[in-house]
T-cell receptor, first 119, second 118 residues
């Protein structure tokens, strides 16, 4: 089945540094990638939607200059947390829609997630 | 107002028994899709089951079934014959859209933590 490969699975960085998270679609092309953020014991909140070859669409309240999203090809989308601070520590998870053939719905296939800890 | 409401923060079930996880939703769209995902402690999100708003029959996938009551706007997940490996967070999610809920992102509920007791 369709797989989204996400790296790194966890990262620890110092405050002020930048961290890049990659999501690759394996065996399928992802024209759209959704980036979610999940704080401990909370739900997933959509941060932004990336589309191959165009600018990402950010949700209200998400700083586009802080969370840089690039979708340069049909199989790769990246999220860069710039000048990270402790409050950016969270679980970041990407997902791509994949058709299931069931009523024509596109199921979101998720990467394994990246746990970011900013010291 | 919340789009997806999961009122059970935590649930316990005895191994081999069935359990129902509640989910209610709020939408004014006629076309939408409802999803359930499982999130083990490792963090990955695993798709379990899907129900379209126009589907007349309740969806089933192995031990998972979705009790869809459209008039009540509820989409409860039923897990039969619980196994220890079912212990995880379970999220109900909805996709709205004029295209029958077949595109776009999902809106997630707050989740229910299921613990299966041996």
């Amino acid at each position: 089945g369709a797989v989204v490969s996400q790296h790194p699975s966890w990262v620890i960085c110092k405050s002020g540094t930048s961290v890049k998270i990659e999501c690759r679609s394996l065996d399928f092309q992802a024209t759209t990638m959704f980036w979610y953020r999940q704080f401990p014991k909370q739900s997933l909140m959509l941060m932004a939607t990336s589309n191959e070859g165009s600018k990402a669409t950010y949700e209200q309240g998400v700083e586009k200059d802080k969370f840089l999203i690039n979708h340069a090809s049909l199989t790769l989308s990246t999220l860069t947390v710039t000048s990270a601070h402790p409050e950016d520590s969270s679980f970041y998870i990407c997902s791509a829609p994949v058709g299931t053939g069931n009523s024509g719905a596109n199921v979101l296939t998720f990467g394994a997630g990246s746990r970011l800890t900013v010291l | 107002a919340q789009k997806i409401t999961q009122t059970q923060p935590g649930m316990f079930v005895q191994e081999k028994e069935a359990v129902t996880l509640d989910c209610t939703y709020d939408t004014s769209d006629q076309s939408y899709g409802l999803f359930w995902y499982k999130q083990p402690s490792s963090g990955e999100m695993i798709f379990l089951i899907y129900q379209g708003s126009y589907d007349e029959q309740n969806a089933t996938e192995g031990r998972y079934s979705l009790n869809f009551q459209k008039a009540r706007k509820s989409a409860n997940l039923v897990i039969s014959a619980s196994q220890l490996g079912d212990s995880a967070m379970y999220f109900c999610a909805m996709r709205e859209g004029r295209d029958g809920g077949s595109q776009g992102n999902l809106i997630f509920g707050k989740g229910t933590k299921l613990s299966v007791k041996p």
